[in-house]
């Protein structure tokens, strides 16, 4: 429970909205017996401008890059209402999620796996799962 109330956006530091130039992107998180798939929505950008690593120390997913405005200064310097998140983002989504239940709480994420796609404005990443195995304390005969 406590955990739900602190991944809540309304608990997170304020975002600095003087700070134009970057912004967090929305994701949602899927999970099934084989993979989480993560959806990050990026209306206008171009798969050329972002990047995905994968932590293994911090079990975390890293997508960043930019959402550039189409059109060149001129165009933009006309622009008189902007309601689109554009520039800089970069976001760290642990995974399993903490939040998760407890169906994903013995999952590792198959690295070698991971594959992403652009579809429709949405980044779509696929995290495969691997199954802990589990340790089996076993009697070891002394010779």
């Known amino acids: 429970m406590m955990r ?3 991944n809540n956006p309304f608990f997170q530091p304020p975002r ?3 700070d134009a130039s970057s912004f967090t992107p929305p994701i949602d ?3 099934d017996p084989s993979a989480f798939t993560i959806h990050v929505a990026l209306p206008g950008a171009h798969k050329s401008d972002i ?6 120390q911090r079990s975390s ?5 930019v959402v550039h405005r189409p059109g060149d200064e001129a ?5 008189v209402s902007s309601e689109r998140a554009v520039g800089v983002f970069d976001r760290h989504v642990p995974l399993p999620p903490r939040d998760a239940g407890a169906a994903d709480a013995d999952v590792v994420v ?3 796996g991971i594959t992403a796609r652009m579809e429709h404005g949405i980044l779509i ?6 199954a802990k195995e589990k340790v089996e304390v076993r009697r070891v005969v002394i010779d």
Request: proline content about 6%.
């Open 4 to 6: 739900n109330i602190l």
């Open 16 to 18: 600095d909205d003087n």
């Open 29 to 31: 998180i899927f999970s």
């Open 51 to 56: 990047g995905l690593d994968w932590d293994p």
């Open 61 to 65: 997913l890293r997508i960043a890059g």
């Open 75 to 79: 165009f933009v310097a006309t622009l």
């Open 110 to 112: 198959d690295d070698a």
């Open 125 to 130: 990443v696929v995290v495969p799962k691997v």
